[in-house]
């Protein structure tokens, strides 16, 4: 079964400071992986997909098959980047199963 | 376009009673989850519907969980008799059937307390 780790419970940097937060899965393939994002009292929603190669809020996840890693980096962090993070690699399943890792809770320091 | 949308949002009942969660996915999407959020933890999937079919009830405790969702839309969680590890927020969620996009939609959840 697929195994998502996300090393940090909790994150916190400085305005204006990079950030970086990491995600490591154990799969044998080509997993299409997620990052999603819950800011305070907002749903649960998708930040973005590797598989699009595109930069959400400044976010960018590039994905290392020989790490089997997917960290989620944004160069300069802003207070309203402040939230939880979950990485989620979807199963290679028929039906498209997605499972999230224990997730880290950023900070913003302004 | 209307979210997913839950109910009840807060529920707080004793051990041993029963509980029930409704939801209504987008409209449109065939694929429906449940996951349980315990405090400090990530989502958890419990059940996952394909239309009114179950293709993943893995994770589901069966000796006091259930669910159904009747004619492929809305869906009902059920607990019964509530533990107090249960205590969680119960997430519902939808995504368009075909392929792997793996965009799920979530609604706001719904808290459950076990006195």
């Known amino acids: 079964a697929q195994r998502v780790t996300q090393p940090e419970k909790l994150l916190s940097v400085f305005k204006g400071a990079p950030v970086e937060l990491k995600c490591n899965y154990s799969?044998?393939?080509?997993?299409?992986l997620f990052w999603y994002v819950q800011y305070s009292r907002q749903r649960l929603q998708l930040l973005l997909r590797?598989?699009s190669r595109e930069s959400i809020k400044g976010f960018t996840a590039d994905l290392n098959k020989g790490e089997t890693s997917f960290h989620l980096k944004k160069p300069f962090a802003q207070e309203e980047d402040s939230a939880m993070y979950y990485c989620?690699?979807?199963?290679?399943?028929?039906?498209?199963?997605?499972?999230f890792g224990p997730g880290t809770s950023l900070s913003v320091i302004p | 376009e209307a979210g997913v949308a839950q109910s009840p949002r807060y529920k707080i009942i004793e051990k041993r009673q029963s509980v029930a969660f409704w939801c209504n996915p987008i409209?449109?999407?065939?694929?429906l989850y449940w996951y349980q959020q315990i405090l400090g933890q990530g989502p958890k999937l419990l059940i996952q519907?394909?239309?009114?079919?179950?293709?993943?009830d893995s994770q589901l405790p069966k000796d006091r969980f259930s669910a159904e969702r009747l004619k492929g839309v809305d869906s009902t969680l059920k607990i019964q008799p509530a533990k107090l590890e249960d205590s969680a927020v119960y997430l519902c969620?939808?995504?368009?059937?075909?392929?792997?996009?793996?965009?799920?939609?979530f609604g706001e959840g719904s808290r459950l307390t076990v006195l």
């Open positions: 989620a690699p979807p199963e290679k399943t028929s039906y498209d199963k997605v499972i």
């Open positions: 590797h598989i």
């Open positions: 409209s449109g999407h065939a694929t």
């Open positions: 799969y044998s393939g080509s997993p299409e």
């Open positions: 519907f394909q239309n009114n079919g179950v293709v993943d």
């Open positions: 969620a939808s995504s368009l059937v075909g392929g792997n996009t793996g965009e799920l939609f």
